[in-house]
Protein backbone atom coordinates (compact mmCIF):
# COMPACT_ATOMS: atom_id res chain seq x y z
CA UNK A 1 0.00 0.00 0.00
CA UNK A 2 2.73 2.52 1.14
CA UNK A 3 4.87 1.60 -1.78
CA UNK A 4 2.27 3.09 -4.15
CA UNK A 5 2.88 6.58 -2.61
CA UNK A 6 7.00 6.04 -3.71
CA UNK A 7 6.09 4.59 -7.08
CA UNK A 8 2.82 7.02 -7.74
CA UNK A 9 5.32 9.58 -7.35
CA UNK A 10 7.93 8.88 -9.50
CA UNK A 11 6.05 7.17 -12.21
CA UNK A 12 4.43 10.29 -11.80
CA UNK A 13 6.64 11.95 -9.42
CA UNK A 14 6.40 13.98 -4.44
CA UNK A 15 7.74 15.29 -7.04
CA UNK A 16 2.31 19.14 -11.04
CA UNK A 17 -0.58 23.16 -15.20
CA UNK A 18 -4.75 26.46 -16.28
CA UNK A 19 -4.29 29.96 -18.19
CA UNK A 20 -7.09 31.14 -21.04
CA UNK A 21 -6.14 30.95 -24.99
CA UNK A 22 -5.94 34.64 -25.63
CA UNK A 23 -3.52 35.18 -22.81
CA UNK A 24 -0.10 34.41 -22.57
CA UNK A 25 1.86 33.48 -19.30
CA UNK A 26 1.54 30.21 -17.84
CA UNK A 27 4.73 29.54 -20.51
CA UNK A 28 6.64 31.93 -19.77
CA UNK A 29 6.02 31.87 -15.53
CA UNK A 30 7.33 27.87 -16.45
CA UNK A 31 9.97 28.87 -18.47
CA UNK A 32 11.17 31.74 -15.81
CA UNK A 33 11.19 29.63 -12.72
CA UNK A 34 13.44 26.63 -14.70
CA UNK A 35 15.87 29.25 -15.71
CA UNK A 36 15.85 30.79 -12.25
CA UNK A 37 15.47 28.51 -9.42
CA UNK A 38 18.48 26.52 -8.89
CA UNK A 39 16.98 25.09 -5.33
CA UNK A 40 13.53 24.57 -4.11
CA UNK A 41 11.76 23.95 -0.67
CA UNK A 42 8.73 24.15 0.55
CA UNK A 43 5.21 21.79 1.77
CA UNK A 44 3.03 19.93 -0.53
CA UNK A 45 0.11 17.69 -0.22
CA UNK A 46 -0.60 15.11 -2.68
CA UNK A 47 -4.06 13.00 -3.76
CA UNK A 48 -4.02 9.72 -5.57
CA UNK A 49 -6.94 8.69 -7.41
CA UNK A 50 -8.47 5.91 -9.12
CA UNK A 51 -11.60 4.16 -9.67
CA UNK A 52 -11.32 2.24 -6.14
CA UNK A 53 -9.70 4.79 -3.59
CA UNK A 54 -8.61 8.23 -3.04
CA UNK A 55 -5.34 8.45 -1.11
CA UNK A 56 -3.88 11.76 0.45
CA UNK A 57 -0.51 12.74 1.58
CA UNK A 58 1.24 15.79 2.51
CA UNK A 59 4.38 16.94 4.00
CA UNK A 60 7.78 18.78 3.27
CA UNK A 61 10.39 18.85 0.00
CA UNK A 62 13.83 20.23 -0.99
CA UNK A 63 15.77 20.11 -4.49
CA UNK A 64 18.86 21.44 -5.27
CA UNK A 65 19.65 21.41 -9.17
CA UNK A 66 21.04 19.12 -11.08
CA UNK A 67 19.38 15.88 -9.73
CA UNK A 68 18.91 16.47 -5.75
CA UNK A 69 15.62 16.21 -3.73
CA UNK A 70 14.52 14.98 -0.59
CA UNK A 71 10.52 14.46 0.05
CA UNK A 72 9.65 13.80 3.51
CA UNK A 73 6.01 12.31 4.11
CA UNK A 74 5.12 13.30 7.40
CA UNK A 75 1.43 12.17 6.98
CA UNK A 76 -0.61 9.22 6.60
CA UNK A 77 2.72 7.23 6.81
CA UNK A 78 6.23 8.18 7.55
CA UNK A 79 8.33 7.94 4.45
CA UNK A 80 11.70 9.84 3.62
CA UNK A 81 12.58 9.80 -0.34
CA UNK A 82 16.65 10.73 -1.22
CA UNK A 83 17.70 10.86 -4.87
CA UNK A 84 21.51 11.79 -4.14
CA UNK A 85 22.33 11.84 -8.28
CA UNK A 86 23.28 8.49 -8.16
CA UNK A 87 20.68 6.41 -6.31
CA UNK A 88 16.60 7.02 -4.81
CA UNK A 89 16.83 6.00 -1.39
CA UNK A 90 12.93 5.51 -0.07
CA UNK A 91 12.74 4.71 3.69
CA UNK A 92 9.65 3.48 5.09
CA UNK A 93 9.81 4.25 8.63
CA UNK A 94 6.99 2.13 9.65
CA UNK A 95 8.36 -0.79 8.02
CA UNK A 96 11.71 -0.31 8.74
CA UNK A 97 12.77 -0.96 5.28
CA UNK A 98 14.95 1.15 3.18
CA UNK A 99 14.56 0.77 -1.02
CA UNK A 100 17.54 1.69 -2.67
CA UNK A 101 17.70 1.85 -6.79
CA UNK A 102 19.46 3.49 -9.71
CA UNK A 103 18.15 7.22 -10.33
CA UNK A 104 18.48 7.66 -13.52
CA UNK A 105 16.25 4.44 -14.16
CA UNK A 106 13.66 5.85 -11.37
CA UNK A 107 13.28 9.01 -13.21
CA UNK A 108 14.28 9.18 -16.72
CA UNK A 109 11.80 11.45 -18.57
CA UNK A 110 9.24 11.62 -15.54
CA UNK A 111 7.95 14.82 -14.64
CA UNK A 112 10.02 14.55 -10.93
CA UNK A 113 12.87 15.40 -13.98
CA UNK A 114 11.32 19.22 -14.71
CA UNK A 115 11.72 20.03 -11.11
CA UNK A 116 15.27 18.32 -10.83
CA UNK A 117 16.72 19.12 -14.03
CA UNK A 118 16.42 22.17 -15.94
CA UNK A 119 17.56 20.43 -19.39
CA UNK A 120 14.32 18.09 -19.00
CA UNK A 121 11.53 20.66 -19.96
CA UNK A 122 12.81 21.74 -23.55
CA UNK A 123 14.22 17.94 -24.32
CA UNK A 124 11.60 16.13 -22.94
CA UNK A 125 8.23 17.67 -23.36
CA UNK A 126 5.92 20.24 -25.79
CA UNK A 127 4.11 23.04 -23.78
CA UNK A 128 0.79 24.98 -24.69
CA UNK A 129 -1.06 26.95 -22.04
CA UNK A 130 -3.65 25.00 -20.62
CA UNK A 131 -6.22 27.30 -19.12
CA UNK A 132 -6.79 28.68 -15.57
CA UNK A 133 -8.81 27.37 -12.26
CA UNK A 134 -8.66 29.24 -8.63
CA UNK A 135 -5.95 31.52 -9.43
CA UNK A 136 -3.63 29.30 -10.85
CA UNK A 137 -2.49 29.36 -14.63
CA UNK A 138 -1.74 26.13 -16.25
CA UNK A 139 0.77 24.57 -18.83
CA UNK A 140 0.01 21.54 -20.28
CA UNK A 141 3.29 19.22 -20.88
CA UNK A 142 3.49 16.93 -23.68
CA UNK A 143 6.19 14.32 -23.15
CA UNK A 144 7.56 13.55 -26.59
CA UNK A 145 8.36 10.29 -26.15
CA UNK A 146 5.23 7.92 -26.77
CA UNK A 147 6.66 5.62 -24.13
CA UNK A 148 6.59 7.65 -20.97
CA UNK A 149 4.43 6.29 -18.79
CA UNK A 150 1.76 8.81 -18.26
CA UNK A 151 -0.61 10.85 -20.53
CA UNK A 152 -0.49 14.09 -19.37
CA UNK A 153 1.23 16.51 -17.24
CA UNK A 154 -0.18 19.86 -15.81
CA UNK A 155 2.30 22.58 -14.04
CA UNK A 156 0.64 25.88 -12.57
CA UNK A 157 1.38 29.12 -11.29
CA UNK A 158 0.22 31.70 -9.25
CA UNK A 159 2.19 34.62 -10.65
CA UNK A 160 5.40 33.02 -10.80
CA UNK A 161 5.27 30.77 -7.90
CA UNK A 162 4.96 27.11 -8.61
CA UNK A 163 1.52 26.16 -6.98
CA UNK A 164 0.46 23.04 -8.31
CA UNK A 165 1.12 19.84 -10.68
CA UNK A 166 -1.54 17.61 -12.24
CA UNK A 167 -0.34 13.91 -13.86
CA UNK A 168 -2.52 11.11 -15.41
CA UNK A 169 -0.59 7.56 -16.03
CA UNK A 170 -1.12 4.97 -18.33
CA UNK A 171 -2.92 2.85 -15.42
CA UNK A 172 -5.65 5.75 -15.30
CA UNK A 173 -4.45 7.11 -11.73
CA UNK A 174 -4.39 10.86 -11.24
CA UNK A 175 -2.19 12.29 -9.43
CA UNK A 176 -2.47 16.20 -7.98
CA UNK A 177 0.11 18.18 -6.03
CA UNK A 178 -0.34 20.99 -4.24
CA UNK A 179 2.75 23.29 -3.25
CA UNK A 180 2.95 26.02 -0.47
CA UNK A 181 5.47 27.89 1.11
CA UNK A 182 7.70 27.63 -1.61
CA UNK A 183 11.22 29.04 -1.51
CA UNK A 184 13.36 29.23 -4.84
CA UNK A 185 16.40 30.68 -2.99
CA UNK A 186 16.74 28.27 -0.41
CA UNK A 187 19.89 27.83 1.61
CA UNK A 188 20.79 24.05 0.92
CA UNK A 189 24.09 22.31 0.63
CA UNK A 190 24.74 18.91 -1.00
CA UNK A 191 25.15 17.09 2.74
CA UNK A 192 20.87 17.16 2.85
CA UNK A 193 20.88 15.09 0.33
CA UNK A 194 22.83 12.34 1.71
CA UNK A 195 21.03 9.50 3.09
CA UNK A 196 22.71 6.61 5.47
CA UNK A 197 20.77 3.36 5.99
CA UNK A 198 19.41 4.07 9.64
CA UNK A 199 21.30 1.10 11.67
CA UNK A 200 18.34 -2.25 12.04
CA UNK A 201 16.66 -1.57 8.73
CA UNK A 202 16.75 -3.56 5.57
CA UNK A 203 18.09 -2.56 2.74
CA UNK A 204 16.96 -4.07 -0.71
CA UNK A 205 18.08 -3.03 -4.01
CA UNK A 206 15.97 -2.98 -7.15
Same mark, same amino acid.
Given at each position: MKQTTYSKFFAAAVLGLAIGAAQAGGIDALKKFNADADGLSGSFSQTVKNKKKTQTSGGTFQIMR??????? /???? /?????????QHIW? /??????????????? @?????? @???????NALDSSYSLKEDGSGDGIDYVLATPKKNNAGYQFIRIGFKGETLAAMELKDGFGNQTSIKFSNVNTHPNLSRGNFKFVPPKGVDVLSQ
Open positions: PGLFRWE /YSKP /YKQTIVGDGL /YDVDLKQVTKSDQSQ @AIGDSP @ASILSDK
